[in-house]
């Protein structure tokens, strides 16, 4: 958590995009109880933007706020992670419909993340092989949501993200083969590169096989 610092925004506002990176990013675990007075001390700040921020992600059903100056992360449901699952699957196919559609497609940022996961696969430590490919996975679909230039599409999938981050995804599911996800991954870049459609068929079945193997976990049944 070290190195954010508050800039030129309203404190709340920053405060508030401390969380949804921290969760987005799996920093801060579903079911965590957070201290609204550890936070304003951490951030150098007051409670009251703290609280705000904190009121905010209450109203979005991200957190529950508890006596005593707390609020715990809200543990997804089976059925909140199915309808999140479905909702992600919605706006990326909008996401990579409206890219094929373009008349020209930037791919290098994509290009650059498959390098960094071809390198990440290669790690001997699995954990921290797991780990930084969780975040990439993260970056690649995030950025397939930016190339379209909807803000609408790409404030959408992030919201969806604080229901439903790629650490929790890849831990309730079961194991993942990177090789093949890479794969999946890879075979988007190329037919988005040459203007194919195949890469929405490939993309379809990806997040397809995603919610299946989300399903099929052992954490899911364990959830409400």
């Given at each position: 958590?070290?190195g954010?610092?508050?800039?030129?925004?309203?404190?709340s506002?920053?405060?508030?995009?401390?969380?949804?990176?921290?969760?987005?990013?799996?920093?801060?675990?579903?079911?965590?109880?957070?201290?609204?007075?550890?936070?304003?001390?951490?951030?150098?700040?007051?409670?009251?933007?703290?609280r705000?921020?904190?009121?905010?992600?209450?109203?979005?059903?991200?957190?529950?706020?508890?006596?005593?100056?707390?609020?715990?992360?809200?543990?997804?449901?089976?059925?909140?992670?199915?309808?999140a699952?479905?909702?992600?699957?919605?706006?990326?196919s909008?996401?990579?419909?409206?890219?094929?559609?373009?008349?020209?497609?930037?791919?290098?940022?994509?290009?650059g993340?498959?390098?960094?996961?071809r390198?990440?696969?290669?790690?001997?430590?699995?954990?921290?092989?797991?780990?930084?490919?969780?975040?990439?996975?993260?970056?690649?679909?995030?950025?397939?949501?930016?190339?379209?230039?909807?803000?609408?599409?790409?404030?959408?999938?992030?919201?969806?993200?604080?229901?439903?981050?790629?650490?929790?995804?890849?831990?309730?599911?079961?194991?993942?083969?990177?090789?093949?996800?890479?794969?999946?991954?890879?075979?988007?870049?190329?037919h988005?590169?040459?203007?194919d459609?195949?890469?929405a068929?490939?993309?379809?079945?990806?997040?397809?096989?995603?919610?299946?193997?989300?399903?099929?976990?052992?954490?899911?049944?364990?959830?409400?």
């Open positions: 958590m070290d954010f610092e508050l800039q030129r925004k309203s404190l506002e920053q405060v508030y995009e401390y969380f949804t990176t921290r969760i987005i990013d799996g920093e801060f675990e579903y079911g965590r109880a957070l201290s609204i007075k550890e936070i304003a001390a951490e951030l150098r700040t007051s409670t009251m933007p703290v705000e921020a904190i009121k905010r992600l209450e109203n979005e059903g991200v957190v529950e706020v508890h006596p005593r100056s707390h609020c715990v992360l809200r543990t997804p449901t089976r059925a909140s992670i199915l309808a699952s479905d909702m992600r699957r919605v706006i990326e909008y996401c990579i419909d409206c890219i094929l559609g373009a008349d020209r497609v930037d791919t290098g940022r994509l290009r993340l498959l390098e960094e996961m390198s990440t696969i290669a790690l001997a430590d699995q954990r921290e092989r797991l780990r930084g490919y969780i975040t990439l996975d993260r970056l690649f679909h995030s950025e397939l949501c930016r190339l379209p230039g909807n803000q609408f599409a790409e404030k959408f999938h992030r919201e969806l993200n604080l229901h439903l981050n790629m650490s929790f995804i890849y831990g309730l599911g079961r194991p993942p083969n990177l090789a093949e996800t890479f794969e999946d991954h890879r075979l988007i870049v190329e988005l590169s040459h203007s459609r195949e890469a068929r490939v993309l379809d079945r990806h997040l397809a096989a995603s919610r299946a193997s989300i399903a099929r976990g052992g954490l899911f049944d364990s959830l409400e």
